[in-house]
């Protein structure tokens, strides 16, 4: 590991993204193995050397030079205000297909209902510099305040309003908060060191990189669909059924037939497997992507 | 949650089978995201509301309308004597391929051979209704005693026969115990509120679902099979295959040789493809599917 | 289980390899079920009884015919030194494409550089009569001393050299030691008594079960890729591209184009989908396959 | 195990209660051990056979005779009325030092205010028997129906209130549900079976074990508490300090110093020790203790 | 719990030292309960509300006065620059009977040899504030940036030292790196707002609250000894062991046998013991204690 | 850790007994924090440096003076024929107050009733040195070959006889196995190096330690029990209960009364107790022991 080989040093979220990220890779193509033991997890490319560290950290370390690149959340890399190459945006997320937000939260039975309510009071948030930002754009004063954690619960009794990532909000629900202002919308990125974006071989892995990430991204939503219909009724199906865009339409032996097949988000197909049936659509099958690349 | 928005009140069973029923729905294209401080999970579909009950429990709030449908299996739809509208049946176990099934158990040394030998005795089960209907269909007279659980034990020393549920046997083979009959065949159900079912877009939803996951639960026990074969051997091979039932036969470029697929049981492939190889079939593979619908 | 159906007694390794191997034999299409209770799993084929028995001793009880067939590592049956028939080699380590090795390791800063070093040292292994054998081949005399465990950390304080099973080599290299050889390269295999394979029935059966788990393990380290491409430009790519080899090209409605589909290993993917964007393929798609039988 | 010794068949409570049981067992001087594989755990005395049954059942078959006596809550004995002979209550909860009790519960902005506004109501409860006592009582008619779990959830969407048990009501708080009465106080007690109870030796060794286990868990919220004082100052010390019943004095070599010890409640402790400061002693220690009997 | 009593708001730190402070808390004589789904854990005592709060935070919130007191480092009152009473100090870590330090380290072969080397150089540190008061101590001007986790790593790769909490080494060991120096001792202190401290009834509270936490701690680190010897060989027993100060001589009723009794440092006994069975003890017993005020 | 200070070597067994064996060691006084990246645990003893060793390998290790002594059991003394120096014998299992026992093990239905009917049959034991010997004992032929694990199972199906570690048999009893033989009893042992033994430093620490380790053992299994009773009572308690050999009695201040003090084994206490009511003992009180040198 300590030859001259040029490799891309390349950051990866530690802690409670490590292993989602882990299996994205692996979706990509690269096999990441972490021991206990080293912070340089063993990868199945002689190109890479992985290091895992705290999302919130990478973009400075990115920046620094200390790694050629990283995957971390939009919102670090403006809460630290670094200054990278964005290579690629994925969305990680697939369960819930809402992005993570940064929203202002307050007590069910607070009286503040917009940022100007803010004037003298107090937020605790993981995010200081994007939260005093936000303050400013609203010309609004207030105390911030970094929060190690247990944040929704300070809204009740310890500050007068928090900063907090959310995707469904059903965290704050459950903790009686009322979202009031949603300050930032975050989305993972693959970020470069500038330096190491002019390199061409680094540049070359860094597309390939991310090239295959947003293949394997992309196939997480998407799933292969395939029926057979007969030809004549082929035109009014792909007329009515506009979701079914781009379709690989393949003569079959049997005359007068068609297989249709098509790539499409998972989420659509529950709507239109019934639609597809009552269009004369035989033998649907749905079957799960590994990597889709337009 | 409490805006005036149509939403069918959907009961999941919580517990034991909990994991296996929310993998179930998001292969039907549903994704569920259970919180540990609420018992009202998110779902990512605006028209559900999804609410975790014991299965045991779910056909009784469903038949009183506190719910407009849910999972649950049919032992306990007959457990509660439940009058409710079944929409769909669905087989879970794809692993064992045996049916989930309440049998009369006995030590083994024990000298009960068939129910009439149950006369005076006494048996301890969870489903004491089904136990009862089943000596008064035998004309038998037996104290049926409720049991909170560790049932299989207590043939041995406190009662005389219990009635327990089994899969393979091979825990009940494990506690020595005999089978000596099976009183019912299980399998989940989704069942309807007859109220909800006569509503027409409850009833469009009810549809959906109960396509959309038997569909999924199709696709468990199915694989995709394809494999190339030169023309003029492919009728032999489908004669002498009938399990390959309506394949899809296209033409590959190479001229002569065609292109079999088709949809078929998991467990058959692993006789089916000596077979196939021996008929002349080449570069078969077998791919997984995520729903199959004919 | 006790009557007198002949069945094929099957060997599995029970341990730190037992959960991979259950799950590469449902990925052949056997399920299999372990119960804490038996060592006796279930199966959901009645033609095999399932036996989980350390991978050190399946070769000693399959060459004594208390079991007909097993599943077990080149390297044990090596230092078991049995006789026994070796139906099917697999390679079970997908993610780091690297094979077991059992190599001799020492301390970072040892003077051991060499086999012939280890003269009059003494050396702490788990596979005494491999290393006793490799240093009668090299003419060396040396203490070999089994260990029970934590033979990494003896390396520094206990012996002189050890002979260490590994993949990657990071877990020697975090426990500062140096390979100095490769004593054996090990993959697992589907071993049988000389007896069982001269048994019609039993060499059947055997023979199916190598072909489907071969099947099933090809298919792990495989994918599908499937593309469109103007027919004037497929001739090229196919040139170009010698890792699409055979590929299924088969003709699409839409005049002048064709559906391209082929098997090729994972990691070779990688590589080549900029390759193919640049080739003019759209609408690429990589998908998982359950088995590969050429 | 099955030699002719007489022996005691002792149940005690499988599952919540279980590891609790088995340390004050343990602190009473007998030393069980659970095996995963039996049902009958190790106890290291030849008189007993230990048989681990869940809480709710164990009064049934101490009735019965299966078993010769067992540990269960009152709640159990009442909810079953059962007619068994108590030999001894014991409080188990040390750290809440509340009774455990089954209270009838209501979402905080229900109108039911008492027993009598339950006219027509559903409640759902573990305890059917309890709860339909308490309702004739009442003279009031009420639907009531068996629980299998997460009652507090059902208070606010299937039923109109519960009956379920608590002991802080800090989780019943929690689900935002308010106790309108309480059902039942209930301590577990040491039963035995009437014909068991007339046995001699059976007798001598259940009072042996409630003796015992008495002694072991006053021991638990007790301590013992020592310090030194001079010996003019001590008729004002226990003089002002009721709570030290009973002291053990004992003269000092130290002329004039005497030591003063005694056993206290633990809880006490905390507010007693500034005023023994306070009237002159010296040294306190409090020490933890095994066993206390008076 | 919203009544208008007055309570000691006491604010416990969340997290790594939760368990720990909690079982500290409950050798005091207060039983705590936490809930997964309260933030407002259940204690036996009316007089407190307790908060869990993480100890990075707890100082902050206790001098803006949203706590009366709290449990947290020394360390963390200095980082926050906190103005609030000092109640009491304890010493929890037993085990090692280290204190907790924060120390600069670097690695094995920087050649960083005192602060001074540090000028121009880039730090991590948890410890934002303390390391920067340091680097003015010693007029040094380095950058200091705040680390989220896995510090040690860093000190290799990312910056050129860190400021880290250590107790044995032997983590910063195990990681190549060597301690520069110490810049801070730590241990824990219960404190309190300046106001709170001035309520008098909050204000007994506190003392009661530290005496008996100090009684407790006390005790954890000491145990009771106890001997019989001849009165003749008394005096030369005490002279000659001077780690016996002040024990409570008593009369046996064996004449010319006195018993001693002492309450000492357990890691003092283990060489204390071959020591005393020289000077003629008999029946050396050690017990351990709960509580010992002096 | 690396400095010149002589330091006794000492080897603790890793694994099953490894967490029983630091706790013994912390009631001897001795604290010891295993780190998950290091073989060389911390203790609070400059004199000690610990080694965790597999239980099976530490005699040898022992023998050969790369450890200067160690914690194993005899078995694998005896099993590694071992020259060693014995410095003390322990008895660890306290719950069950059973000897470990290396037992001959058969199915209950086997024909094997003795040593002399093993001959020519197959045996599967961890102890393959031991087993020989035996069969050499008995003059019996058989052969005898070495199990890595799940020896119960063996017997049933793959060897005729098991060789295996036993406390209380119930775990063959599950099994289904018949205990023929004992072949060994075994304790653990504190071993030394001869070559340590002779040295005066080591030889002092060594008998320090057993000591100390005797102590906390010894107290284990013992407790503290102190009563009061009239004086006139007194002769006739001690005589009549000769269990309490040699208790300490002292004065009370109450004339005529006197406090009994004495330490027991604690599972006499359970027959005790109410033999000692009987005879006048008033305030019993039991109390738990660190550790008890007589």
């Known amino acids: 590991m300590s030859d001259k080989k040029t490799r891309l040093r390349f950051g990866l979220p530690k802690g409670s993204l490590q292993e989602a990220t882990i299996e994205k890779m692996a979706k990509a193509g690269f096999n990441i193995q972490v021991s206990s033991r080293s912070y340089a997890p063993y990868v199945d490319d002689d190109d890479l050397e992985i290091r895992l560290i705290r999302a919130q950290e990478i973009s400075r370390y990115v920046e620094l030079g200390y790694l050629d690149c990283g995957i971390t959340g939009y919102d670090?890399?403006?809460?630290?205000?670094?200054?990278?190459?964005?290579?690629?945006?994925f969305l990680f997320s697939k369960s819930t297909r809402q992005p993570a937000r940064w929203v202002l939260a307050v007590p069910e039975s607070s009286k503040i209902r917009s940022a100007r309510d803010l004037q003298g009071k107090r937020i605790a948030t993981e995010v200081v510099n994007l939260t005093k930002r936000y303050l400013r754009k609203h010309g609004v004063k207030a105390?911030?305040?970094?929060?190690?954690?247990?944040?929704?619960?300070?809204?009740?009794?310890?500050?007068?309003a928090i900063v907090e990532l959310t995707e469904t909000g059903s965290s704050l629900r459950a903790n009686k908060l009322r979202i009031v202002d949603t300050l930032l919308t975050s989305t993972p990125r693959l970020i470069a060191n500038h330096q190491a974006w002019k390199d061409k071989w680094k540049r070359g892995k860094?597309?390939?990189?991310?090239?295959?990430?947003?293949?394997?991204?992309?196939?997480?939503a998407k799933v292969g669909l395939k029926?057979?219909?007969?030809?004549?009724?082929?035109?009014?199906?792909?007329?009515?059924?506009?979701?079914?865009?781009?379709?690989?339409?393949s003569n079959l032996s049997q005359t007068g037939w068609v297989a249709v097949e098509t790539i499409i988000d998972e989420h659509v197909v529950r709507e239109l497997i019934p639609d597809l049936k009552a269009a004369g659509a035989e033998g649907i099958i749905e079957y799960p992507l590994n990597k889709v690349v337009y």
Chains 1, 2, 3, 4, 5, 6 share one sequence.
Do not use: C, Y
């Open 206 to 220: 860094l597309e390939q990189l991310s090239l295959l990430l947003k293949g394997a991204l992309e196939a997480e």
């Open 143 to 160: 105390e911030v305040e970094f929060s190690w954690g247990a944040t929704e619960f300070k809204a009740h009794e310890l500050v007068d």
């Open 76 to 89: 670090w890399i403006q809460e630290n205000n670094s200054r990278v190459h964005e290579v690629g945006e």
């Open 227 to 249: 029926m057979n219909i007969e030809e004549k009724k082929l035109l009014k199906l792909l007329q009515s059924l506009p979701a079914l865009r781009k379709p690989t339409v």
